[in-house]
């Protein structure tokens, strides 16, 4: 069984910058991949960014040039740095994770709300 604590979500104006975290209750080492959903309000929750255990990076094609994901391996952590924030980008983001022993098994976080307005 896994873990993700997130945190760092609210209330931002357009144009502005927030950033989110993921802590994982296991070792970086057993991680396969970590990245970050999200899911607004009647639509399909969608990938935004994901890092792999090689350093592969993808991001969604909306936010390529605004967010940026890393991980802190010491703390079994991952970042979503948001900046030029939209009000399209507000919806729930979801933290998400595979183990390279399970690659079949999602696990997720409990969700936070990222909401973009004037």
């Known amino acids: 069984q896994v873990q993700l604590v997130e945190s760092g979500g609210g209330l931002v104006q357009p144009g502005g910058s927030l950033r989110l975290s993921c802590a994982a209750s296991v070792s970086v080492f057993s991680i396969y991949i970590m990245g970050w959903y999200r899911q607004a309000p009647g639509k399909q929750r969608e990938l935004v960014a994901s890092i792999t255990n090689k350093d592969y990076i993808s991001y969604v094609d909306s936010v390529k040039g605004r967010f940026t994901i890393s991980r802190d391996d010491t703390k079994s952590t991952v970042y979503l740095q948001m900046d030029s924030l939209e009000p399209e980008d507000t919806a729930v983001y979801y933290c998400?994770?595979?183990?390279?022993?399970?690659?079949?098994?999602?696990?997720w976080g409990q969700g936070t709300q990222v909401t973009v307005s004037s």
């Open positions: 998400h994770t595979r183990l390279r022993r399970q690659p079949g098994l999602d696990y």
